[in-house]
């Protein structure tokens, strides 16, 4: 069975400061890696996601992730955060999305 | 705009009581996949549909809870005889084709309360 884990459940920055949101997944076939974001109010949408190639992905908004297989891991970053970026954010693995129980992102002006 | 269309948003419901859910797929997407997200908790796949046909229940619970997407109109999550502990946003996606490789489109979402 697959999971995906997210450590950080709320992460509060102040604007301009650089930002980092752990996953970790457990699957032991290819994997195909999603972040999705969803704003207040608002529907998840789809930040960046890695098929194959290059593991290093850049997504809308100025974020990007970084596939490491020997650590199962797909961390987002953003070298600065801005006060939009306020939002719960989620990675997920695989067609079905399995989906980790999100990051909350308060950022403060 | 042709995104997800999911209704209603909000439902309320008494204890014993169906509850249908709908959701229009983007124009043009011929998978559907239903989530719920429980208080607290991430989302968690329940149903993956093409046109007449469920592909995927693995995440269904085996009572109570149905799904179509018929050949014509929206797909529908039924849950009959609802219970508190049914109360959670229920999600649905979209996708062109089967999603190995095509991200999925989400809707707004469905708040369902069990009075």
């Known amino acids: 069975a697959q999971s995906v884990s997210q450590h950080n459940h709320h992460v509060i920055l102040s604007e301009a400061a650089s930002l980092e949101l752990g996953c970790n997944y457990s699957?032991?076939?290819?994997?195909?890696l999603f972040w999705y974001v969803q704003y207040p109010g608002q529907h998840l949408q789809l930040l960046l996601k890695?098929?194959?190639?290059?593991?290093l992905v850049k997504g809308i908004k100025g974020f990007e992730a970084e596939f490491i297989k020997s650590k199962f891991s797909f961390n987002l970053r953003k070298p600065s955060v801005q006060w939009s970026d306020t939002a719960e954010y989620f990675c997920?693995?695989?067609?079905?999305?399995?989906f980790g129980t999100g990051t909350r992102l308060t950022i403060i002006p | 705009n042709a995104g997800v269309m999911q209704n209603p948003r909000h439902l309320v419901r008494r204890r014993g009581q169906e509850a249908r859910l709908r959701c229009s797929p983007m124009?043009?997407?011929?998978?559907v996949y239903w989530y719920r997200q429980l208080p607290e908790e991430g989302l968690k796949f329940m149903v993956y549909?093409?046109?007449?046909?469920?592909?995927?229940e693995s995440g269904m619970p085996k009572e109570r809870f149905s799904a179509e997407f018929p050949k014509e109109g929206p797909s529908i999550l039924r849950i009959q005889q609802v219970v508190r502990g049914d109360s959670a946003a229920y999600f649905c996606?979209?996708?062109?084709?089967?999603?190995?490789?095509?991200?999925?489109?989400f809707g707004d979402g469905t708040r369902l309360s069990i009075l």
């Open positions: 549909l093409q046109k007449e046909n469920i592909i995927d």
């Open positions: 890695y098929f194959s190639g290059d593991p």
């Open positions: 699957y032991g076939g290819t994997v195909n």
């Open positions: 996606a979209s996708s062109p084709r089967a999603a190995i490789n095509q991200p999925q489109h």
């Open positions: 997920a693995v695989n067609e079905k999305l399995t």
């Open positions: 124009k043009g997407h011929s998978h």
